[in-house]
């Protein structure tokens, strides 16, 4: 598999125009190219009149057709072999986990962050449980918009707090500056796909998607992680932890659930809390956590 980039095309050609355009950039016959595959498609609009879309390519070609392109053109830069974009999960978790004595991970938080920390853990088998101080996404929206229209605040539940985090109402926008070298977001885009995403996201520069469709997604991540084995607790508000005294080690966290305190043991923790949790920060510093 090679990986053709920089192919530009006119903004409004046909269909097969993509596939001349491959032949005639790699000088090669039609029945060599076996596959392509669109990885990313951009535009050039610099010229007002003549915008050009810009093409990075997956080809599948023969054997022979792709030992005589890499010779010819061996010091190009648009032209090369595939990266391996696969996610390769870091661990599996053994059969029958949780045994007596091994406690599940917990994630606190149920934004972006926290539900692909979720999903990737329910994905390994560890059966995550995430504490979410706000409420599901159904729920959650009804009171945005109670703020939005009404000005009545659920200080638990909010456009900040809630299922799906403060992205869920900011239109679903997924690009970001941050280099991908390990190709992880591949892997986040996938999942969003499977999730009812338009595939168009996991080729299009700056994708996004839209925040109705963002609620019916989030809402098929959560049933996923459940059918994985993972737990999803609303309204649940973790407003300390605990350490060891001689190590500093974590070994709990204290969880408010309406009038109910209960203490949860718990050694693996994932904060996902997003920037708008002041109080769980202001918290975490007094119990000498490093910030």
């Avoid at 090669?28 to 007002?48: C, F, H, M, N, P």
């Avoid at 939005?148 to 970001?176: C, H, I, M, P």
């Avoid at 700056?206 to 993972?230: C, D, N, S, W």
């Avoid at 609303?234 to 309406?258: C, K, N, P, Y």
Wanted: hydrophobic share 40%.
């Amino acid at each position: 598999m090679l990986r053709l980039s920089e192919l530009k095309l006119p903004l409004d050609h046909d269909e097969g125009a993509l596939r001349d355009a491959v032949l005639d950039r790699l000088g090669i016959d039609d029945g060599d190219l076996q596959t392509i595959e669109i990885v990313k498609r951009s535009y050039d609009a610099r010229k007002r009149g003549h915008i050009l879309l810009i093409y990075q390519l997956d080809l599948g070609l023969n054997r022979a057709a792709e030992r005589a392109v890499l010779a010819r053109f061996a010091r190009q830069p648009f032209i090369g072999p595939s990266p391996d974009t696969r996610y390769r999960f870091v661990a599996l978790a053994p059969d029958g986990f949780p045994a007596p004595g091994q406690q599940r991970p917990v994630i606190v938080g149920f934004g972006p962050c926290g539900i692909l920390a979720a999903l990737l853990l329910a994905q390994m088998g560890f059966r995550p449980i995430v504490l979410e101080r706000g409420q599901d996404v159904r729920k959650r929206t009804r009171n945005t918009w109670g703020l939005w229209r009404e000005r009545k605040l659920n200080t638990e539940s909010n456009v900040q707090f809630g299922e799906g985090g403060a992205g869920t109402f900011s239109d679903g926008k997924l690009y970001s500056q941050v280099k991908d070298r390990r190709h992880l977001g591949r892997k986040v885009l996938t999942e969003f796909v499977k999730a009812g995403a338009p595939e168009e996201i996991l080729m299009v520069s700056k994708p996004h998607i839209g925040t109705f469709k963002l609620v019916k997604m989030v809402e098929a991540m959560r049933a996923e992680i459940i059918r994985l084995g993972g737990e999803i607790r609303f309204e649940h508000r973790v407003e300390s932890i605990r350490r060891d005294a001689g190590s500093g080690q974590l070994t709990g966290l204290t969880v408010r659930h309406d009038d109910t305190v209960e203490e949860m043991d718990c050694r693996h923790v994932i904060l996902a809390v997003g920037h708008s949790a002041r109080d769980t920060f202001e918290m975490l510093l007094d119990r000498g956590v490093y910030i």
